[in-house]
């Protein structure tokens, strides 16, 4: 199986940095993926990680460790608007499946 | 953007009746899939399609077809709708071929009564 682990629900401050941890236990994927979704609105595309290490966009940048089953994606200077779900998602197989965590909502306050 | 429209938004039906979902997509991708989002269980994959005519089954396909006839639309049909089929459904393409993002539509808000 993928089973995919993130926590429920984190809180954060106005322009601070906050970590959304996922593990994950799977014989193989092809990349890990995170999607940014608002509420009431469809996920969007972060960021993808296929080899080990960081990832960095922005203000977002997304780390692997394939050998530790474990993905984080960093936000830093958040802002009111980072104010959502994030899901950890892995690839799967040659035709692009996506196996989805239920996702950590992030509350941003003042 | 990719282009990509799902119809109808909302929906509210009785258990039974056969619904069925459309995806339209304006750009001529090859890939195309159809989830499910619900607060218990996160975001799973029902169907997904390969090419005109060829389809193959998700996490949770019971209960559920499709059909893909021409590249642009993929259909997803519910023969007879059940109250725990009441979701928000989300129709996916594959932006540049297997191993890439996945851009979603806006979503259908289903209501099985």
């Known amino acids: ?110 | 953007d990719a282009g990509i429209t799902q119809s109808p938004r909302h929906k509210v039906t009785e258990t039974g009746t056969p619904v069925t979902l459309r995806c339209h997509q304006t750009e001529n991708h090859r890939y195309m899939y159809w989830y499910r989002q619900d607060p218990e269980h996160g975001l799973r994959l029902i169907h997904y399609s390969y090419g005109v005519k060829d389809t193959d089954k998700g996490e949770v396909s019971d209960g559920y077809s499709v059909s893909r006839s021409k590249t642009e639309d993929f259909l997803l049909t519910l023969e007879s709708a059940t109250s725990s089929q009441t979701s928000v459904y989300f129709c996916a393409i594959g932006l540049a071929g297997a191993m890439n993002e996945q851009f979603f539509g806006p979503g259908t808000r289903l209501t099985v009564l």
């Not at chain 1, 089973?3 to 994927?29: H, K, L, R």
């Not at chain 1, 990680?49 to 936000?75: A, C, I, P, T, W």
């Open chain 1, 1 to 110: 199986g993928q089973n995919i682990d993130q926590p429920t629900e984190m809180t954060a401050t106005e322009g601070a940095i906050v970590q959304i941890n996922c593990t994950y236990q799977t014989s193989g994927f092809n990349g890990l993926f995170w999607y940014q979704q608002h509420a009431g609105e469809a996920p969007t595309f972060l960021s993808y990680n296929v080899l080990d290490g960081l990832e960095e966009k922005g203000r977002f940048s997304s780390f692997l460790s394939r050998s530790k089953g474990y993905s984080y994606l960093l936000l830093k200077e958040l802002q009111m608007k980072d104010s959502a779900s994030y899901l950890c998602a892995l690839g799967s197989g040659n035709t692009g499946k996506l196996i989805f965590g239920q996702g950590t909502t992030l509350q941003v306050k003042p």
